[in-house]
């Protein structure tokens, strides 16, 4: 009732007071201890920037109209990517008009949420701004008038073949909207055959696996590229006109999240396929790297059992486990250090003379120049070349080497106080653009693959279930609606959900999905020639139920499918509604119901390949 909602609201009113005199406190701390170390982030730059260039009523600064001056035009390429922040910088360096703004953009590939990306900022200019007229660009007024807001739809595919581009089309224009993705999947942003003399046809394929898990999934998709292999399926060349035989690096397996990569790679090392999965995994636990890892921390300090273990059971010597055992029988107390330094044993003596040459270079070098010196001396990164997989090895254990130059510009102590933080935090990451391996089949998420293009994809695992954690939070936080709380009723009693709470947790969700589908939206258009959803159903019986409900009733609209827990959900209902879905409907006690299409989509229900003992 409103008299309840009223009584929230004086219960949650100290309480928010309170929690933004925490986060003023806490900005003016964090922001007067970075004055103090002269450190930016990168957000700074950004606010910093925005206040040389406006003032506090936003009109720009004199140093703003001096710099706009510069340009002839303002270009901005991936524009539904873009913050308020990133906008309002734009418009500062453009003409006042904004008639030197050139933008670009697709909203339906705005996947950056996470990083305060907001769609509705491209998505007001896509609804306001009128066609430019004819398609053609057209000069200033000469009579010095500013120029006039126009857009021009670039909606002309080149990059895949017709049945790819109508099959993904055809799942779109089913479910995509402006409030579930944003914008109605209509004219200027439906794909268009760019290539109108193309003849070859291309492939679009949803493969429902029954009674499959993850693992399962990742054995069909596994068996499916060797057969493709062995049928020597076609892919287009790059002379037009003609095809070749498919390799394994013209197939990419597209995931939401890495959590699944290594049962898809395990399945295709079974069946002797390449593979390269696009991990962003933290440096310091690579097997490759800990060693060399371990040796920097010895060189700074050779009481360390564990890391001088790793080290002298590397690549880098040859002891074993046996002459460690040995070692410490003979001479039992003290650090392991001491043990070899003390020890009779004359098989460690070619250890004690390297350590004494590389600590006495650590305290001559820069870490940069003291890791280049134990490459050379050691012939470590060489044998980490000539490991499985030894290209990757060999560029992580170069990356780790780049960070740690870095890292370690004030000595090899400040590099071991920057590894210990690293792996308290979220560790080391290679830097890494989401490319592929020549000669191996690609893993990756969709988010790497953003930009790319395979001949043969296949979208995986989409009944993986969304994350939906940003909306069940007991303090919420929204751009627009504000703060939500949750409360209690009493100090023993459970928390329970206000009105502002349950306004903000359901715009959450709704934003939540809508960046999902946007993010299928970029999956299904990697694809160059053959494009092969995978869904893998544990229990088809029950989970085909609301598909076959929803495709019955033709209810697709964003109120229904808001609902959906996975892509899944969106995918099987469009597919249901698909003429070449009768396999589907047998699971279901509802007649079949199609909608009349030509779109071309191949939907199998497959059975698993049987696990590899």
Not at 29 to 35: I, L, V
Not at 186 to 214: H, N, S
Not at 305 to 325: C, F, G, N, R
Not at 384 to 403: I, K, N, S
């Amino acid at each position: 009732s409103l008299d309840e909602a009223e009584l929230d609201r004086r219960a949650a009113e100290p309480r928010l007071r309170a929690l933004f005199a925490a986060v003023r406190d806490f900005d003016a701390r964090f922001t007067a201890r970075k004055r103090e170390r002269r450190l930016l982030e990168f957000s700074d730059f950004e606010h910093l920037a925005l206040r040389l260039l406006r003032d506090a009523d936003g009109q720009p600064t004199e140093l703003c109209q001096g710099i706009r001056q510069g340009y002839a035009a303002v270009m901005v390429d991936e524009y539904q990517d873009t913050n308020a922040l990133q906008d309002a910088l734009y418009r500062c360096l453009a003409s006042p008009a904004g008639d030197d703004l050139f933008l670009v953009g697709d909203l339906k590939q705005s996947i950056y949420r996470f990083r305060q990306a907001d769609p509705s900022i491209f998505r007001e200019k896509l609804e306001s701004w009128p066609l430019l007229p004819g398609g053609e660009a057209r000069p200033r007024p000469e009579d010095g008038r500013p120029g006039e807001n126009a857009m021009l739809a670039l909606d002309a595919n080149f990059r895949s073949a017709p049945d790819v581009i109508r099959g993904s089309n055809y799942f779109f224009e089913t479910f995509f909207s402006r409030r579930l993705g944003g914008i109605d999947y209509g004219d200027g942003q439906r794909l268009v055959v760019g290539r109108k003399d193309e003849t070859y046809p291309g492939l679009c394929e949803l493969d429902v696996i029954r009674e499959a898990d993850t693992a399962a999934d990742a054995r069909t998709i596994a068996a499916r590229i060797a057969q493709m292999m062995a049928d020597g399926y076609p892919v287009r060349d790059a002379e037009p006109g003609k095809t070749r035989p498919c390799q394994y690096d013209d197939f990419c397996i597209l995931l939401r999240g890495r959590s699944d990569f290594a049962l898809y790679e395990a399945a295709l090392t079974a069946l002797d396929i390449p593979v390269y999965a696009d991990v962003a995994a933290d440096l310091l636990d690579a097997p490759h790297v800990r060693p060399f890892a371990a040796l920097l921390r010895v060189l700074d300090n050779p009481a360390q059992d564990v890391e001088l273990s790793s080290v002298l059971l590397s690549p880098l010597y040859p002891y074993t486990p046996d002459d460690l055992v040995q070692l410490r029988a003979a001479v039992r107390g003290g650090s392991l250090y001491a043990a070899v330094l003390h020890g009779s044993d004359p098989r460690f003596a070619p250890f004690l003379q390297d350590m004494e040459v590389y600590r006495e270079l650590a305290r001559t070098l820069t870490v940069g120049q003291l890791i280049e010196e134990l490459f050379a001396r050691t012939g470590y990164l060489a044998a980490v070349g000539a490991m499985p997989d030894g290209a990757r090895c060999r560029d992580d254990l170069l990356a780790f080497a780049a960070w740690a130059a870095n890292a370690g510009a004030r000595g090899l102590s400040a590099l071991v106080r920057a590894m210990d933080a690293a792996k308290a935090g979220s560790g080391v990451q290679a830097p890494s653009i989401g490319q592929s391996r020549p000669g191996c089949v690609s893993i990756m998420t969709v988010h790497r693959s953003k930009g790319l293009e395979f001949p043969v994809v296949f979208v995986a695992n989409t009944s993986h279930k969304f994350n939906q954690s940003d909306a069940i939070y007991p303090v919420l936080y929204h751009k627009e609606l504000g703060i939500g709380l949750m409360l209690r009723a009493g100090s023993s009693a459970s928390r329970y959900k206000t009105l502002p709470y349950t306004a903000v947790a359901q715009t959450i969700k709704r934003e939540t999905l809508s960046e999902e589908m946007r993010i299928l939206y970029v999956a299904l258009t990697r694809a160059q020639d053959a494009l092969i959803i995978t869904v893998p159903l544990k229990r088809p019986e029950s989970e085909l139920k609301n598909p076959a409900m929803f495709a019955s009733a033709e209810a697709t609209d964003a109120e229904a499918m808001l609902g959906a827990q996975n892509w899944a959900l969106w995918l099987l209902t469009a597919a249901m509604l698909h003429p070449a879905s009768e396999e589907l409907w047998k699971y279901s006690e509802l007649l079949p119901h199609h909608i009349p299409t030509e779109a071309p989509l191949n939907i199998r229900l497959l059975d698993p390949p049987p696990a590899v003992q």
